[in-house]
């Protein structure tokens, strides 16, 4: 069996308190997922996870069909961190460890992913065509979704009053002052 790593680290500029508001809530999970996945989740739910909780998915990430995906909360640290892991699904194994601390402007977050895929040697070659690309698509769709939902927006504007941004709006390049700042 090969154990498959994925590491991932995020900071965004939200307190501490707010970021383990937002991912101690097991229904913003779906707000995370990639659509494409299909990904719904079939189970009651709390406002607010605890150790022990059991969650059931519907996912289809392989030609849209539909799979039971089954994890349960086996360790929480408050405002530290969390472990989900899977007890039915896709994988052989699933271990997901989410990490929460403070930093200066923000909130830190790192993610540890230990997974093992199915199938034996079948399963590796599915890993090296597929799901390994799969795996890293979700995550940095996470991170896309989750700066597009806590990074304030800034319209950078140069010296001159142009908005850098709007060039590749423009035909051609052309870049007009920003409005209001020339």
């Known amino acids: 069996m090969t154990l498959h790593r994925l590491k991932r680290t995020q900071v965004l500029p939200i307190s501490l308190d707010e970021a383990w508001s937002f991912f101690s809530d097991p229904r913003n999970l779906a707000r995370i997922t990639p659509a494409e996945l299909g990904f719904r989740i079939t189970s009651e739910l709390p406002e607010r996870m605890y150790e022990g909780l059991f969650i059931s ?72 065509l597929l799901v390994g690309r799969q795996v890293r698509g979700i995550f940095d769709y996470r991170q896309r979704i989750l700066d597009r939902r806590f990074t304030p927006v800034r319209r950078a504007v140069d010296a001159q009053g142009f908005a850098p941004e709007a060039a590749s709006a423009r035909p051609n390049g052309v870049v007009r002052p920003a409005e209001g700042r020339a």
């Open 57 to 128: 998915y519907q996912i289809a990430p392989v030609l849209s069909i539909p799979m039971l995906w089954v994890t349960e909360i086996t360790h929480i640290e408050d405002r530290v961190m969390f472990v989900d892991e899977q007890r039915m699904g896709p994988y052989r194994l699933w271990h997901h460890e989410h990490w929460f601390r403070a930093v200066p402007g923000g909130t830190e977050m790192r993610d540890f992913v230990h997974y093992a895929m199915p199938f034996g040697a079948a399963g590796e070659v599915a890993h090296a």
